[in-house]
């Protein structure tokens, strides 16, 4: 068996900044309001006709791919996590092969939300530890703010939420204890609809059925939350797979260098900080300047991190993620 190490890190972020005063311009909030409930100061804002979700993560991921000096051809598989696709189908996998000629290499698409890079890093891990590839590109990108609901209609969820994407090449090592330790992944399936966006799908209703019934009361293809019960389940969840992954590796959390959290609500990460007792400098924490890019967040995050230098060889990160499905998870690293 073979380990993998994170080679590369890279990420996008478009350059239209959205602050919570342009926000309390066209809806009924404010700076006060948003900073409170959620630590968030501004999100980035895609651009249409220039951001999509495939291109920003094809930036991102060109940036790791320099970053762990590799050329694109050592690249032999590709792995793709987004809630927010350009296309219904095919998935953002294949376009974003296409876009950085990656030859005929495997493209896969995870739909696992707020989770979706944690997942995302679990699959490939289990590749890389198998021998079946090498180097494995990983690419978490969204594009949420088309969907959002920018009036007072949608304000409790327009606030939270911004683009973006982040990237990491996971290559494979034959030291012993560095690396990916461990994934865990879990689901919730009894909570899908209280984090979703229900139409258009095929299971409840399609777009023509929307455009026959032209109800301005139907709000479903808008994104739905029940807030606090998302926040109750948040903190139990995060909790339960930390503890899950140290006790898996025989670790503390006094071993913790630094934990990345899905940057979902800054009360959420700090709830879980003053749990697990860890110090500022041991949790990034970065949605002040981002919002909650979803699948991007822990990539994004990962990428600054690496940037900032509050990474070292032999620290041990800790990722954890929760998010709509309910599905979360958490990965142990060994830098
Ligand atoms: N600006 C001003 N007022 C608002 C806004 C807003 N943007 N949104 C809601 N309000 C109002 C509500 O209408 C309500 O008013 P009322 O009391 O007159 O009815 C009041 O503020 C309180 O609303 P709640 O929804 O109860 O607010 P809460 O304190 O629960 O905070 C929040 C909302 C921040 C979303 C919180 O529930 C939360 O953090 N939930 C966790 C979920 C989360 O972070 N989700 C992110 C995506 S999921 C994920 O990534 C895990």
Redo the contacts with the bound molecule.
């Keep these: 068996m073979y380990n993998s190490i994170i080679k590369g890190t890279g990420y996008y972020v478009p350059e239209n900044i959205v602050t919570n005063d342009d926000l309390s311009k066209i809806m009924?909030?404010?700076d006060e309001?948003?900073q409170e409930?959620?630590g968030i100061q501004q999100r980035h804002f895609a651009t249409k006709g220039k951001d999509t979700t495939t291109n920003m993560g094809v930036r991102a991921a060109e940036m790791a791919i320099a970053k762990a000096n590799i050329n694109k051809e050592d690249i032999d598989f590709l792995i793709f996590a987004t809630l927010s696709p350009d296309y219904y189908f095919p998935g953002c996998g294949v376009l974003a092969q296409k876009e950085l000629g990656l030859n005929t290499i495997g493209a896969l698409d995870i739909r696992n939300q707020?989770s979706g890079f944690v997942y995302a890093l679990s699959v490939a891990d289990q590749f890389i530890k198998t021998g079946m590839y090498k180097n494995i590109l990983v690419i978490a990108s969204e594009t949420q703010s088309p969907a959002l609901d920018l009036t007072t209609r949608g304000?409790?969820m327009a606030?939270?939420f911004g683009d973006g994407a982040g990237a990491v090449i996971l290559s494979r090592t034959e030291e012993v204890g560095k690396g990916i330790l461990s994934s865990h992944l879990h689901s919730e399936g009894a909570y899908a609809e209280e984090?979703a966006i229900i139409t258009p799908g095929v299971g409840k209703k399609w777009v023509t059925e929307l455009i026959k019934e032209n109800n301005p009361e139907d709000i479903s293809y808008f994104p739905h939350?029940n807030?606090?019960f998302?926040?109750k389940n948040?903190v139990v969840r995060f909790s339960e797979v930390i503890v899950e992954g140290l006790k898996h590796n025989n670790l503390t959390e006094k071993e913790i260098d630094l934990f990345i959290p899905?940057q979902?609500?800054l009360?959420?990460s700090q709830f879980i900080q003053q749990k697990f007792k860890l110090s500022d400098e041991k949790v990034f924490n970065n949605i002040q300047k981002y919002g909650?890019t979803?699948a991007a967040s822990i990539a994004i995050a990962l990428a600054e991190a690496v940037e900032q230098k509050r990474i070292k060889e032999n620290d041990l990160v800790l990722l954890a993620a929760?998010?709509?499905g309910f599905t979360w998870g958490s990965v142990v690293i060994r830098w």
């Design positions: 009924d909030t404010s309001w948003i409930r959620t707020c304000r409790n606030v939270l984090l939350m807030g606090q998302v926040f948040a899905h979902a609500n009360r959420i909650n979803t929760f998010g709509s």
